[in-house]
């Protein structure tokens, strides 16, 4: 039977799609046309972009300005500041409240639930209107700044971290509670060891968010670099605004490589 | 080895002392304590913020909460907000199809084992240098082009999106299965048919799935380039905090929270939908999907 030759080859015939994906296809076609309607969608923008007359103007870069000591390098620094103690303050906040928000270490209903809906409409803000927010709140400066990116990173951090509490290996806390071990240390002792190096891999990446929005928050009054960016935008210096681009571009890259080297390592 | 059997019921008496962690590893704790605490003192010094200011700023955030109640829909679906909302959401759509329909060929073109080395190298560089630029400044620069509005903010979306996407696209093409390339190489097919037949049915679910997601995190993008006056909801954010009228704030923050929240739902179903098909229940595996989906985003901006 298998040794007769197939006639040429038949190809098996290709299933047809269902009617469901033919009216999803032209249903999100239609809707892109319409949005890019909408939104004053230009093909000759593609085109503009290259050739716009102001982009002669950001060249050459004043270099002996852009590395002044007083005109960059001060906002620079405060931009790290602030990257630095709302991760740390974040961080440090999250391994509790990730804990919690997690089903298999919550210590109860209630503060699984309550924990899970306050983190998810906070992280439902963006971090810039955080920024923004809060410098009506509290002020202009880097202390705003500091705030929105502290209650955001909690955010960002705690949804990462409980998802991985999610799904870490719940006999070791079965065993703890076996042996008489209390909520808190059974934790601790059984399921904080497995996840640790997952929550360091987090905060260095919750790092790499927090200076790359520290570099614009400055654009709505919260401190740092954007502070800078803002003031020589609104003042038409385009050179300047591309050197302080150029130095910007370089930190978040070696941030970033620095901050997957590490990771890389962790997991 | 026999000693330690044999003492074993002397010693259950007593609690058994924990074994103690290597010398090193203490040495390794401290030293990271001890840079993390330097950098967090140093950090405040430069904030310029007394005790007094972090205990009262609680206080005054939770201020301004209390005047945002009740929020006053009316007011701000009377100026339009209710469009501006769904402005956001087409710059968001707009930013991702630009990105997606961009980033997706030249991905190919980017992955070290389907592309030569004098190509793949450079577009590697145009993604790595894409992602390192913030979308906000891309939009302000972008507004200079094309003016204020949507289109700015569409425009600056895609063009981040090209560098984030086409970094995790490369990836997931990077990881595939050579089987069915190797097939076709070996039935005579060329780079672009194995690509085709060999590459693209293998890598979409995953590629598609990181749209989605780029999808939700540039509905947030969208609503913070108002800020800058490139369209969407920020705008109306913003000009109702600058005349701090708070029950609109309290009003367009519901909505901007609403929106995120919808969209994000309506999202995480379609990609669970498109990496476990229609007949398989989710499982418990979906946490860890979800963990690898965002852990693999290194570095691509969760916000």
């Not at chain 1, 190096?197 to 520290?214: G, K």
């Not at chain 2, 967090?40 to 205990?55: F, I, K, N, P, R």
């Not at chain 2, 630009?98 to 030249?106: E, K, N, V």
Request: proline share 6%.
């Amino acid at each position: 039977m298998s040794e007769t030759a197939l006639p040429a080859a038949a190809r098996p015939r290709k299933p047809r799609p269902r009617l469901g994906s033919y009216v999803l296809v032209v249903g999100l076609a239609c809707f892109t046309v319409f949005a890019a309607r909408q939104i004053d969608f230009r093909w000759s923008s593609f085109v503009d972009m290259w050739t716009n007359p102001l982009w002669g103007r950001f060249w050459p870069v004043p270099w002996d300005w852009v590395l002044n000591r007083r005109n960059v390098f001060d906002a620079l620094i405060e931009t790290f500041q602030i990257a630095i103690i709302s991760t740390i303050v974040g961080c440090s906040l999250a391994l509790p409240i990730g804990f919690a928000m997690s089903k298999l270490t919550s210590p109860n209903a209630p503060t699984f639930w309550f924990t899970r809906i306050v983190m998810n409409i906070v992280r439902a803000i963006p971090d810039l209107l955080w920024g923004k927010l809060l410098v009506t709140a509290i002020g202009i400066g880097a202390f705003a700044g500091t705030w929105a990116l502290t209650i955001f990173s909690l955010a960002v951090m705690v949804k990462l971290f409980s998802e991985t509490v999610d799904a870490a290996d719940p006999l070791p806390l079965e065993a703890a509670r076996a042996a008489g071990g209390r909520h808190t240390p059974a934790v601790r002792t059984a399921v904080l060891p497995e996840v640790f190096p997952a929550y360091v891999a987090y905060a260095l990446y919750v790092f790499e968010l927090n200076i790359r929005a520290s570099l614009v928050l400055g654009l709505v009054g919260a401190g740092g670099i954007g502070r800078i960016v803002e003031t020589q935008r609104s003042t038409f210096n385009f050179d300047r605004l591309l050197g302080i681009l150029i130095i910007m571009f370089v930190i978040v890259v070696i941030i970033e490589q620095f901050s997957v080297a590490i990771r890389k390592r962790l997991v | 080895m026999t000693d330690t059997a044999v003492e074993l019921p002397n010693d259950a008496e007593q609690p058994a002392s924990r074994p103690e962690p290597p010398p090193g590893a203490r040495n390794w704790r401290l030293g990271i304590a001890l840079v993390l605490v330097v950098a967090g003192v140093w950090s405040w010094t430069g904030l310029d913020a007394t005790l007094q200011d972090v205990l009262e700023a609680p206080g005054k955030a939770l201020d301004i909460v209390k005047e945002m109640w009740p929020p006053a829909f009316k007011a701000v679906i009377d100026r339009g907000a209710v469009g501006k909302i769904f402005e956001s959401l087409y710059v968001a759509w707009i930013g991702t199809m630009i990105g997606a329909i961009i980033s997706f060929p030249l991905s190919f073109l980017g992955a070290n084992n389907v592309a030569p080395v004098a190509l793949r190298v450079p577009i590697r560089l145009l993604f790595n240098a894409i992602r390192a630029v913030p979308e906000l400044i891309v939009a302000m620069l972008l507004i200079t082009v094309v003016g204020l509005g949507p289109w700015a903010g569409a425009l600056a979306i895609g063009l981040h999106s090209v560098g984030t996407l086409g970094k995790l696209s490369t990836e997931v093409i990077e990881t595939s299965d050579e089987g069915p390339l190797e097939a076709i190489s070996a039935a005579g097919g060329n780079w672009v048919e194995k690509m085709r037949w060999g590459m693209v049915p293998q890598v979409l679910p995953t590629v598609v799935g990181y749209w989605l997601f780029r999808f939700e995190i540039n509905v947030r993008a969208s609503a913070v380039l108002g800020l800058i006056g490139a369209g969407g909801i920020g705008g109306e954010l913003v000009s109702q905090l600058n005349f701090r009228n708070f029950p609109e704030v309290g009003a367009v923050l519901l909505m901007v929270i609403t929106m995120v929240l919808v969209i994000d739902t309506i999202s995480g179903f379609a990609r669970r939908r498109i990496i476990a098909g229609s007949g398989r229940k989710i499982d418990d595996d979906e946490t860890s999907r979800t963990v690898g989906l965002i852990g693999d985003l290194g570095g691509s901006g969760l916000t």
